[in-house]
Nanobody, 130 residues
Framework: QVQLVESGGGSVQAGGSLRLSCAAS????????MGWFRQAPGKEREGVATIYTGGNSTYYADSVKGRFTISRDKAKNTVYLQMDSLNPEDTAMYYC???????????????????????WGQGTQVTVSL
């Protein structure tokens, strides 16, 4: 059974940092598009960052570019999201997702569509206060 388990969320003050982790289990794909999405109350779920595991190319939303870094540990089958210089606008539930079928390489190019991601984690809350 495929599972994506996020961890690392919490509450921080503006300017602080958090590192989210997403541990994947139950499958092994040579190439996939792994993504981090977030959803704030009353807002649409938006793609924050993606990484293509077949080549390590990355994408970042403009709102997080220069502050967030997505990376992965192939041996641990884990994807990370390092979040620095956090501000209250980053407050949201953060979700890890995996796109494993179809044109996965191209799913990681440009703003990701949540509709192409096959598997989702349960989410981890990030709250940033002034």
């Amino acid at each position: 059974q495929v599972q994506l388990v996020e961890s690392g969320g919490g509450s921080v003050q503006a300017g602080g940092s958090l590192r989210l982790s997403c541990a994947a289990s139950g499958y092994t794909y040579s190439s996939q598009c792994m993504g981090w999405f977030r959803q704030a109350p009353g807002k649409e779920r938006e793609g924050v960052a993606t990484i293509y595991t077949g080549g390590n190319s990355t994408y970042y939303a403009d709102s997080v570019k220069g502050r967030f870094t997505i990376s992965r540990d192939k041996a641990k089958n884990t994807v990370y999201l390092q979040m620095d210089s956090l501000n209250p606008e980053d407050t949201a539930m953060y979700y890890c997702a995996a796109a494993t079928t179809g044109a996965v390489r191209w799913y990681c190019v440009g703003p990701p569509s949540k509709n192409v991601f096959d598997y989702w984690g349960q989410g981890t809350q990030v709250t940033v206060s002034l």
